[in-house]
């Protein structure tokens, strides 16, 4: 089992910038894939983006060119850079590690992008 502590979440003006993070222990893999999900009040979780230990991404099209991710596998430590944020950025991100064994969650961070 894989945990996952996530930090960085708050309110930010639209326009703005946020940087999240989130750091795992415990058993972790070396071929794992690292992501952020997030989950708008009555709407499904999304991907946002991911990125595998190699450094390969991908990500939503509603977050390309505003949204980085990136990771420090020394740390552990995975990333989101998030720019140009939008109203409807606003939701519960939430980081997930995924390797052969299975899949974890973080406890979520929030987000509010105010107009």
């Known amino acids: 089992q894989v945990q996952l502590v996530e930090s960085g979440g708050g309110l930010v003006q639209a326009g703005g910038s946020l940087r999240l993070s989130c750091a795992a222990s415990?058993?972790?893999?070396?071929?794992?894939?690292m992501g952020w999900y997030r989950q708008a009040p009555g709407k499904q979780r999304e991907l946002v983006a991911h990125i595998t230990n190699g450094g390969s991404t991908n990500y939503a099209d509603s977050v390309k060119g505003r949204f980085t991710i990136s990771r420090d596998n020394a740390k552990n430590t995975v990333y989101l850079e998030m720019n140009s944020l939008k109203p409807e950025d606003t939701a519960v991100y939430y980081c997930?590690?995924?390797?052969?064994?299975?899949?974890?969650w973080g406890q979520g961070t929030q987000v509010t992008v105010s107009s």
């Open positions: 997930n590690y995924l390797d052969r064994f299975g899949s974890d």
């Open positions: 415990g058993s972790i893999f070396s071929i794992n894939i």
